[in-house]
Every structure is written in C-alpha cells, then in structure tokens.
C-alpha cells in the first residue's frame, strides 16, 4: 500500500502534499473543536500512532505468504479527526525507520491510507450512535468490522485510482497499468482480517476502557 | 530503534539548514529522469554519501526492501513499453524506450533513498525535529513525533511481553492465523489501554525534561556563512536537476 520515493512525479509529490496540508490543518481545527486537552490529547494521538506502528510489524500467517495490519480502522476509530496527523506520524517512521513508502511520497500515502481511517472513525461514530449508552455486543462488533474493513478497502481504490491515473503519465503503457485493476481484489483478504481484527479490538476496549472509543459509560 | 541514532554531519552545522538543504535536494531527485540530471543526482548523492561515512551495507539493506516490486515493474516496462526492439530472446523482445524508463526510474530511486538514509542515519532525529520546529512545521505535529519516538519501543516491547504471557498461561501456542486473530485483538487492546494510562506520565515527565511545546524556546543559532555556502550548494544542485529535467536532458 506504501508508494516508495521516486516512482511518482513531482508534480503528484507536491499535490500530494499540498492536500495533505490542508486535509491536515482541517482535521486538526475540527479536532480542536471538540473536547481539546493539549496533555490528553498528544499523548492519546502519540500512543495510537506506536500501535499503528507496530501492528504493521506483526505477520499474520496467510498461506503462501504473509499479511501484515494496517490498523488505520482501529485508528480512525479512537483518534476520530486526529487520523491524519497519526497516520502522517506513522508513515514517517516506517519510512525513515524501515524504509517502508518513502519521504517524497509522505503526502500522497497519508492522503491513500489516513482518509480512509478518518472516513472509518466517523462510519464508526455514525453505527454506534450518539447515545448515552453503550450498544450491544452484535452492535459494537458489526460497526468495528464495517469501520476496520472499509479503511483498507477504500485505501486499495484509491490506490488503484492514482496508480491508473499517474504510471500511463510516467510512461508505463496503458496494458500494463490497466492491471492495477485487479489490486483491490488482492487487498481483500486483508480487508476481512482487519474487519475481525478491528471488530474483536472495539469489543475489548468497549468493555475495558469504552471512552477511548468514543462511548459513552451506561449510568442508567 | 535502528537508523535513528546518529552521529555525522552535525558539528558546527545549523540543523534548520542542513534539513532545508536535504529536504530541497530530495525533492529535485523526482525532477531527475535523464541521462544528464540522473548524473548529477549520482555525483550529488555519491559525494554525500562519501561525506557521511555511514556504510554501504545499511545503505544496500535500505535499498533491499522496495527492491523485489521495482523489479517485476522494471521487467514488465523492458518487455512491453516502446516500439524500438534492443535484443530479442526467443519469445521475448526487450524494448528500448521500457529498458531506458527502467534504468532512469531504478536510478533515480536508488540515489533518493540513499540520500534519505544518510539524512536518517547521519544526524540525530531530536535534532531533526527541533529542526522542524524551527521551519515552521506545528508544534503539535512535532510533539507527537517526540512522543511516538520514546513510545514505539515500548509499546513494541509491550507486545512481546503480551504475547510471551499468553503463551505461558496456553493461549497463542498455534502459529496459525485463526489462532493469532483470537489472542491478537485483546494483547492490541491491552497495550492501547495501558499506553493511554503510560503516556500522559510519559508526556507529562518530557514537558518537565524541557521537551516539547511547552517549554519551547529558540535554542538555533543563527546560521553562520559555512551553513549559508552549505544551503547554496544544496540550492544549486537542486536548481540544476530541475532545470536539467525541464530541458529533457
């Protein structure tokens, strides 16, 4: 899902950038509007990003090969409009850390993987409701799996979007980039597993600790 | 954490000047898809990474890890983009405009990640962050690298520890994947959890350390004629690849 350095024109680079810039100071000012504590907030933002981190490290054995989570649902779900700057976060130290995407595409890979994540927290605010009670089990759990599988998904249509729209502008024949096609396919057994990873996780968190998630404690 | 300790490239060098030097050189090597320009981005990252005295083999590790995708794309352009036929195997035919984009793209990418590296691994990352500060980028964006930085290897560390104690108590012994969804979601939970708790202490002890927003003061100096030279040369490279790329050279 990483674009690594040069493959893209500078011209994406810098759009890429640019949009993440703005994107970036919108949800940061959204954000802000909500209950903003600067000692909760960064702390909360900064763990989530290490968790985003070091799930990507852990391999999930899928035969023949291997997978590894993304987790920008489960992001989205407790950071809500603090997605983008997390993802930024994230993809900046698998870059400079692992080398993973690259620093000149930064831009273009948190706009492909942080909108989704942003998109999936709010799916996930939207299917548990406003309420003051916490939803069910069958609830918590659907929602969890709708939010932690759309953000993969919808990131490999994005991706799939710019691919076929940049490589044909960079020289790769139309044949060859038409087979980008076929990429959300690949992605989908990765969208299931994050759906039950992310599905099982609110679960837990819901019962353990279910503010972090955006519910509210049943008083009644 | 590995690449992020530092060390070279640091003694009596602005570090606002460096970052704007390499950031703006980095950014010039996607201008670079030419034989001339490509040559100047070799010579620039060839003399950098002679300055730096960082390794080749952390560098060749660097370059390992895009290198099995870059490589089918590499193949599939030499076999199916152009017209003009450079060597025909059997079946096959290797084109030339496909094998030259190849060798431009490969180029290109070795010399961008070779020059990020050596900016990763020759300076410290505390000092590139204050560095960001000082350019300007958000207080709050830095913080959170600040604090992500001291956290990873302890939320990393975090998971082991998980992951060693369930399969003590019988949980977790199967390697397959059914096994790892059932034990993955709670350890990933209870590290969220305990992170949450652990690092507003964390924050709270960096803030009093004189880390972070809080206690933000001007510490740069001003940059000297050696960091303006330095800056002007990166300035210059990056004008030429750009200028080089624009001319189709």
Same mark, same amino acid.
């Given at each position: 899902? $990483? ?36 000692? +909760? ?26 997978? $590894? ?63 003051? $009670? ?59 597993? +994050? ?13 353990? $600790? ?11 | ?16 000047? &460096? ?37 080749? @083999? &952390? ?5 390992? !890890?895009?290198? !099995?995708? #870059? ?11 152009? *017209?003009? !036929? ?10 030339? *405009? ?6 431009? #793209?490969?180029? &290109? ?17 505390? @000092? ?63 590290? /969220?959890?305990?992170?949450?708790? &652990?690092?507003?202490? !964390? ?17 740069? @100096? ?20 750009? /200028? ?6």
């Amino acid at each position: 899902m $990483h674009l690594p350095d040069g493959l893209l024109p500078p011209s994406i680079c810098l759009g890429g950038y640019a949009l993440t810039g703005i994107a970036l100071s919108a949800s940061l000012r959204i954000g802000a509007k909500g209950s903003y504590n600067r000692s +909760e907030t960064v702390p909360t933002i900064a763990v989530m990003t290490a968790m985003f981190f070091s799930l990507s490290l852990v391999h999930l054995p899928l035969p023949p090969s291997s997978i $590894h989570l993304m987790a920008t649902g489960l992001t989205g779900i407790v950071l809500g409009w603090y997605t983008l700057p997390a993802v930024l976060a994230g993809l900046f130290f698998q870059a400079v850390m692992f080398g993973h995407g690259g620093l000149t595409t930064l831009g273009v890979n948190t706009l492909v993987i942080g909108l989704p994540g942003l998109l999936s927290g709010l799916l996930f605010r939207f299917m548990t409701g406003r309420g003051d $009670h916490i939803p069910g089990k069958a609830g918590i759990m659907t929602a969890g799996f709708v939010a932690g599988a759309f953000a993969p998904f919808t990131s490999s249509i994005l991706l799939t979007i710019l691919l076929m729209g940049i490589l044909p502008i960079t020289g790769v024949p139309t044949s060859v980039s038409g087979t980008t096609i076929w990429l959300p396919l690949a992605y989908l057994p990765l969208t299931v597993i +994050e759906g039950i990873f992310t599905a099982a996780t609110v679960w837990f968190l819901s019962r353990v $600790h279910p503010s972090l998630i955006g519910l509210r404690i049943n008083n009644a | 954490m590995p690449d992020m300790t530092g060390g070279r490239f640091t003694a009596g060098r602005e570090p606002r000047m &460096r970052l704007m030097g390499f950031v703006l050189l980095i950014g010039s090597m996607t201008f670079a898809d030419g034989p001339c320009s490509l040559a100047v981005a070799a010579a620039a990252t060839a003399a950098l990474f002679l300055l730096s005295g960082i390794s080749l @083999e &952390r560098v060749l590790r660097r370059l390992m !890890i895009p290198a !099995i995708p #870059l490589a089918i794309l590499v193949i599939v352009l030499a076999l199916t983009s152009g *017209e003009r !036929i450079l060597l025909g195997i059997g079946p096959l035919q290797i084109r030339t *405009e496909g094998t030259l984009f190849g060798i431009y #793209l490969i180029g &290109r990418i070795v010399c961008i990640i070779t020059t990020v590296t050596i900016l990763v691994v020759a300076v410290p990352f505390g @000092e590139n962050l204050e560095a960001m500060r000082g350019l300007c980028v958000p207080n709050m964006m830095i913080d959170i690298l600040m604090l992500t930085a001291r956290y990873i290897p302890v939320a990393v560390e975090d998971m082991k520890v998980l992951r060693r104690a369930a399969k003590l108590r019988g949980f977790g012994h199967a390697t397959g994947l059914i096994s790892f969804m059932y034990s993955l979601p709670m350890m990933a939970g209870s590290v /969220l959890v305990r992170g949450h708790i &652990r690092t507003s202490r !964390i924050h709270a002890a960096m803030i009093l350390r004189g880390y972070g927003d809080g206690n933000r003061t001007d510490t740069h @100096e001003r940059p000297g004629a050696r960091d303006i030279l330095i800056l002007s040369a990166f300035a210059s490279v990056s004008l030429t690849l750009i /200028l080089l790329s624009l001319k189709g050279l």
